[in-house]
């Protein structure tokens, strides 16, 4: 056999191992938590005084409005003898700012929450950067006296008994707590990349949160919707600047202290998904970055951590999980290419090898159908989100890539916040390439690659590459559209709830 023929065949074995061991890793996640009930905590927290802190810059008055009201009406109880912190970024002599908060103290008062909106001078926030510097502004200088800290995104809407379990997780003994998200879409965009998005982030918690802590692996704490012991906090400093991803950050430092986090499942916090395939490019572009750029920051504090190796390990692979997606961006443009060099069809797999692969691609949708149908979504939906999910990664792998690669290098690199409410303006017309052109170019190649394996036979590794060419094509022809929900398909968990102000 030719070595060159040869290297090529190898590096198609090695480039399709990664995103294959992620979907079988998931699995035996999910399906080690599936059906496992895990125990409320029962401890009292009456006594625990809460700060509830609310960083924002830049965000729209309904939502601002929205988690006030949302606050003091669906949970009341929950936050009775709480405090709401806003803490804004904005500018302090904005007329519209100085407005905003003016009405959110009023509502929440006159609701009965106790509420503050603090705009941060512009000497404040010099000093202290983002989104990190509006939390440590919280932590040292207004939750003195406060036993918890509990941080929320400004569009997130925790349901009844979520923050009360946390508080109850607090005061078992954890220093920190994450309880169960789920993602809802403003009604008036439901796009396909809404439902698919905020319907699979069920089986997104049930493997990487339920199923890793029933296999009592190191949790970590999410941005929106954790508790923390304020003392806990303070004991490592806090949040540290410069950082993107800030929740794994500071979960790295509270595990290196030897700290205890854990995980709710017994209630839930709502987080608003984009609606939008530009806003949601945006959003996992951070997360992409943020993820590689804790392990990397922080490799040898979680390496010295005080827990038994195959955590720490476990923790560390959980940090990488956005790598196997952006191998799989080299390998849907490298494999194809190579074929079409060596005139090899690289896909033509050994037996073994391909039922290993089918066999975990399998279990992994799966996995998903599973989860999707558990909940309260029926079957033809659940297929069509597995089908519009798999399309959606495979768009999103260009931009993971170069994200990962950046963090890996040390790269610094800044970010947009994720477009909410009124400031998300879902794609149309003309729109859709001119915020797609990465995406668009992607499928031209793919489509390229395809027809090239064809004409010179290379039937499998043809197929393979038109599978992310119709992904690709689905993405900029359709995902963005507005989905059609049928009369029962109340599958959007905000509509349970009838919140509107007077």
Not at 65 to 89: P, Q, Y
Not at 237 to 265: C, N, P, R, S, V
Not at 268 to 276: D, G, I
Request: with cysteine; glycine share 8%; net charge positive.
């Amino acid at each position: 056999m030719d070595l060159d023929v040869l290297i090529a065949q190898v590096l198609t074995y090695i480039l399709l191992l990664p995103m294959t061991l992620l979907m079988i890793q998931h699995s035996v996640y999910y399906l080690k938590g599936r059906g496992e009930k895990l125990d409320p905590p029962q401890a009292p927290a009456e006594g625990l005084k809460t700060a509830i802190v609310v960083p924002i810059k830049g965000e729209p008055e309904d939502i601002v409005l929205g988690m006030v009201e949302w606050l003091a009406t669906v949970v009341r109880d929950e936050v009775r003898g709480s405090t709401l912190f806003i803490v804004s970024d904005d500018d302090p002599e904005d007329e519209a700012v100085t407005d905003l908060k003016k009405r959110a103290e009023e509502l929440g008062s006159g609701l009965g929450l106790e509420t503050h909106f603090i705009v941060r001078d512009r000497e404040e926030v010099k000093k202290r950067k983002g989104r990190v510097g509006a939390l440590n502004y919280a932590l040292y200088e207004l939750t003195k006296g406060y036993d918890v800290m509990l941080v929320l995104d400004v569009d997130s809407r925790p349901e009844p008994g979520y923050i009360s379990g946390l508080l109850r997780c607090i005061a078992s003994g954890a220093d920190a707590c994450v309880g169960r998200w789920e993602g809802y879409w403003d009604k008036a965009k439901s796009t396909r990349i809404a439902v698919s998005t905020g319907k699979v982030m069920r089986f997104v918690v049930d493997s990487i949160y339920k199923g890793r802590r029933v296999l009592n692996y190191l949790m970590f704490p999410l941005g929106s919707g954790t508790a923390f012991r304020r003392d806990a906090l303070l004991e490592v400093g806090g949040w540290d600047t410069g950082i993107i991803q800030d929740d794994m950050h500071i979960g790295a430092k509270l595990l290196g202290a030897g700290k205890k986090i854990e995980y709710f499942d017994n209630g839930r916090v709502l987080v608003l998904v984009p609606s939008s395939y530009s806003a949601l490019r945006t959003q996992q572009a951070r997360w992409a970055y943020g993820a590689v750029e804790v392990m990397v920051k922080s490799l040898r504090q979680l390496w010295g951590a005080p827990y038994p190796v195959t955590k720490r390990v476990e923790a560390l692979t959980f940090l990488s999980q956005y790598v196997p997606q952006a191998i799989a961006f080299f390998a849907s443009l490298l494999i194809p290419l190579m074929a079409v060099w060596e005139r090899v069809d690289l896909m033509l797999l050994h037996p073994a090898y391909a039922a290993f692969l089918i066999a975990g691609m399998g279990v992994y949708g799966w996995c998903i159908y599973d989860s999707l149908t558990r909940s309260d979504v029926d079957k033809v939906r659940a297929v069509k989100i597995l089908g519009t999910t798999s399309a959606i990664t495979v768009a999103l792998s260009p931009v993971v890539m170069a994200n990962t690669l950046l963090a890996a290098l040390k790269q610094t690199a800044k970010y947009r916040i994720t477009p909410k409410g009124a400031a998300e303006k879902p794609e149309r017309g003309i729109n859709v390439l001119r915020r797609m052109w990465v995406e668009a170019l992607y499928a031209a190649t793919m489509t390229v690659l395809t027809v090239a394996n064809l004409v010179v036979g290379n039937v499998f590794t043809a197929m393979w590459a038109a599978l992310f060419a119709a992904g690709l094509a689905y993405v900029l022809g359709v995902a963005w559209r507005p989905v059609r929900l049928g009369p029962d398909e109340r599958i959007n968990p905000i509509e349970r709830y009838d919140v509107r102000r007077g």
